[in-house]
T-cell receptor
Framework: KQEVTQIPAALSVPEGENLVLNCSFTDSAIYNLQWFRQDPGKGLTSLLLIQSSQREQTSGRLNASLDKSSGRSTLYIAASQPGDSATYLCAVSETSGSRLTFGEGTQLTVNP | DTAVSQTPKYLVTQMGNDKSIKCEQNLGHDTMYWYKQDSKKFLKIMFSYNNKELIINETVPNRFSPKSPDKAHLNLHINSLELGDSAVYFC????????????FGDGTRLSIL
């Protein structure tokens, strides 16, 4: 059974810092891995999707990497801003169109 | 326009009642999902439909019954609501044959009194 773990559970940084969020999964036979952002009281916004054959994806100040063999992914946020404050969720899919298995999230606070 | 829309956004009701949550997507996706986010913010799959057929049915009490009248809609009916059903329920959709993200609605916040 796939299990996804995210470390740390919470992170507070001053504005401008670069930071790394970690995600690990127990079964390396994944189809893809997604990083989401969830704002309080809101739904999930997809940030990046990495296919199992890819090593990384970038979007603006965000860079996600994937090491499938070791069951790890990282989300790197450059030059953090207060608007980046949210909960970041990692999720893996094992086949096309299948369920997402989520981690418990990292709650990020960026202080001005 | 919202790609995945759920109604209602908030639902407050008494224990023992029956309620429904509706979900619609206008993305042309063929697969839709229901997830439950509990009080600890942990998200877990409940059901998935592909082209109106049930393909994922997790260990969920049979008081929960999904219905998909067409590819663009997936509704969730809950009978005899219990206190433990209080949660946020998210609808999502995707295109099964593609390696594209799942898109989520804003959630329905269900509170049982």
């Amino acid at each position: 059974k796939q299990e996804v773990t995210q470390i740390p559970a919470a992170l507070s940084v001053p504005e401008g810092e670069n930071l790394v969020l970690n995600c690990s999964f127990t079964d390396s036979a994944i189809y893809n891995l997604q990083w989401f952002r969830q704002d309080p009281g809101k739904g999930l916004t997809s940030l990046l999707l990495i296919q199992s054959s890819q090593r990384e994806q970038t979007s603006g100040r965000l860079n996600a990497s994937l090491d499938k063999s070791s069951g790890r992914s990282t989300l790197y946020i450059a030059a953090s801003q207060p608007g980046d404050s949210a909960t970041y969720l990692c999720a893996v899919s094992e086949t096309s169109g299948s369920r997402l298995t989520f981690g418990e999230g990292t709650q990020l606070t960026v202080n001005p | 326009d919202t790609a995945v829309s759920q109604t209602p956004k908030y639902l407050v009701t008494q224990m023992g009642n029956d309620k429904s949550i509706k979900c619609e997507q206008n993305l042309g996706h063929d697969t839709m999902y229901w997830y439950k986010q509990d009080s600890k913010k942990f998200l877990k799959i409940m059901f998935s439909y592909n082209n109106k057929e049930l393909i994922i049915n997790e260990t969920v009490p049979n008081r929960f019954s999904p219905k998909s009248p067409d590819k663009a809609h997936l509704n969730l009916h809950i009978n005899s609501l219990e206190l433990g059903d209080s949660a946020v329920y998210f609808c999502a959709s995707s295109l099964r044959s593609s390696n594209q993200p799942q898109h989520f609605g804003d959630g329905t916040r269900l509170s049982i009194l």
